[in-house]
């Protein structure tokens, strides 16, 4: 991707205002599917809100404090697995979160939950311990800021276990993101690895109990109809559409 694209996706996914938190989940099994590209241009940034969630143990899944992109009222949940060192995930939010953000997420019709689930190597967990260290230091006076550092480490991605993904390259990228505090997150990735690493290590073997092999993985679910459905890796934005068209 281009200086340009990538300057615009981090627009889009930085330009977020907080609102109040909440949120509900349900879950379904996952199969694996062909990773495929997805292509297309990414279009000018769009606000959309970002909250966090204080939802309890629901389904399986604990939403306690997560990330969530949308609206409180959206019509269908987007459970959305990720590792930064995956480069499915990263060509999925190159080329489809944007389109999905600016189609769904801003007009109401979905809100996306991150959740980490750092399996391709142990660089993959620091990835995943920091990122709860943003939002932890974020969540309350500006969440979206989480965004925009999340965006800038997709953006930073290089070979799995090549050694890029490193904590002074994560607390390095957090000292480029507006309202960030570089020391903050280096402190917390000090003083509170080993809590964190726990915490993650439990969600992914939640997460596996009902299918999650792989990244990325997405759960779609209807919480007025109780359907669901799911996606694993980084399929064609068509089938995003068709999954929440199926569920609307």
């Keep these: 991707m281009d200086i340009k694209n990538k300057t ?9 205002g907080a609102t109040v938190a909440g ?35 629901t389904s399986g899944i604990d939403l306690a404090r997560k990330p969530v992109m949308g609206s409180t009222d959206a019509d269908l949940d987007v459970y959305y697995w990720s590792d930064f060192q995956c480069p499915f995930c990263n060509r999925f939010e190159q080329n489809t979160f944007p389109k999905l953000i600016r189609e769904h997420v801003k007009t109401g019709d979905a809100r996306v939950v991150f959740i980490e689930f750092p399996y391709i190597g142990d660089a993959s967990m620091t990835g995943a311990v920091a990122a709860k260290c943003v939002w932890r230091q974020v969540r309350e006076e500006s969440p979206e800021t989480y965004w925009a550092w999340h965006s800038e480490v997709f953006d ?3 070979k799995p276990n090549s050694g890029w993904l490193t904590r002074e390259k994560l607390v390095g990228i957090a000292a480029r993101v507006p309202n960030l505090d570089r020391q903050k997150v280096e402190s917390c990735l000090s003083s509170t690895r ?12 939640r997460a596996k109990s009902f299918g999650v092999r792989g990244t990325p993985a997405f759960v779609f679910y209807n919480p007025q109809t109780e359907k669901a459905g799911k996606l694993v890796g980084a399929q064609p934005y068509d089938r995003f559409q068709s999954a929440i ?3 609307q």
């Design 245 to 247: 068209e199926n569920l």
């Design 8 to 16: 615009t996706r981090r627009a889009l996914l930085g330009a977020v």
């Design 23 to 57: 949120g509900g989940i349900a879950y379904g099994v996952l199969n694996p599917q062909d990773n495929r590209a997805s292509g297309g241009k990414v279009s000018p940034p769009v606000s959309v809100n970002m909250y966090r969630s204080d939802a309890k143990l």
């Design 194 to 205: 080993e809590s964190l690493v726990k915490e993650v290590q439990e969600e992914m073997a």
């Design 156 to 158: 930073a991605q290089e």
